[in-house]
């Protein structure tokens, strides 16, 4: 079957650096997708993975090991506006997303 | 301005009642989704279409129904045989493209509640 696992919560400060983990088991993986998702809203694009490796986007990085079943989000020089839940989605069989059930983030100041 | 609508942001329904959600996009994507979201899980896919006229069943696709006759509509109805409708409902859509690449867009999501 398909199952994906990450932190249901984590707490930063403003300004610090966090790291999202998330271990997934899939079959047919072609991708890992990083999505955020503010509260009673749509989730928004913030990276993707197909190759092992870190990718680097401004504040935000993701990792990916396809040997390990393993990715994360990383978020640097946190801001207040960073508080939201990040979902982990992995792409498989080219037609589908799988999710997992997020993880809440609290920015404190 | 091109995107993905759903109308509308919250719909309530009395139990019994079949009711219809409506999801549109004009960013000529082939592939289209829907998605339910329930407090303190992920998204759970309900159904997909990746073409006009088909479409095929999610993890949970009981009590749901779509139709895809225009490649920039997808309406989701909600009957009753739903056992708890009571969610925030996403849909989704996404370019043709190679294996792999499938980022999908999303709506603004509308929030059911079933009194």
């Known amino acids: 079957g398909q199952n994906i696992d990450q932190p249901t919560e984590m707490t930063a400060t403003e300004g610090a650096i966090v790291q999202i983990n998330c271990t997934y088991q899939t079959s047919g993986f072609n991708g890992l997708f990083w999505y955020q998702q503010h509260a009673g809203e749509a989730p928004t694009f913030l990276s993707y993975n197909v190759l092992d490796g870190l990718e680097e986007k401004g504040r935000f990085s993701s990792f990916l090991s396809r040997s390990k079943g393993y990715s994360y989000l990383l978020l640097k020089e946190l801001q207040m506006k960073d508080s939201a839940s990040y979902l982990c989605?992995?792409?498989?069989?080219?037609?589908?997303?799988?999710f997992g059930t997020g993880t809440r983030l609290q920015v404190f100041p | 301005d091109g995107g993905i609508t759903q109308s509308p942001k919250y719909l309530f329904r009395k139990e019994g009642q079949n009711v219809t959600l409506s999801c549109e996009q004009n960013l000529n994507h082939d592939a289209m989704y829907w998605y339910r979201q329930d407090p303190g899980q992920g998204l759970r896919l309900i159904y997909y279409?990746?073409?006009?006229?088909?479409?095929q069943k999610g993890d949970i696709a009981e009590g749901y129904s779509v139709s895809r006759e225009k490649k920039e509509s997808f309406p989701l109805t909600v009957t009753s045989a739903q056992k708890n409708p009571t969610a925030f409902y996403l849909c989704?859509?996404?370019?043709?493209?190679?294996?792999?690449?499938?980022?999908?867009?999303f709506g603004p999501g509308t929030r059911l509640t079933v009194l």
């Open positions: 989605a992995v792409f498989y069989n080219t037609d589908k997303l799988i």
């Open positions: 279409s990746q073409i006009v006229n088909d479409f």
């Open positions: 989704a859509s996404s370019p043709p493209g190679l294996a792999g690449e499938g980022e999908q867009f």
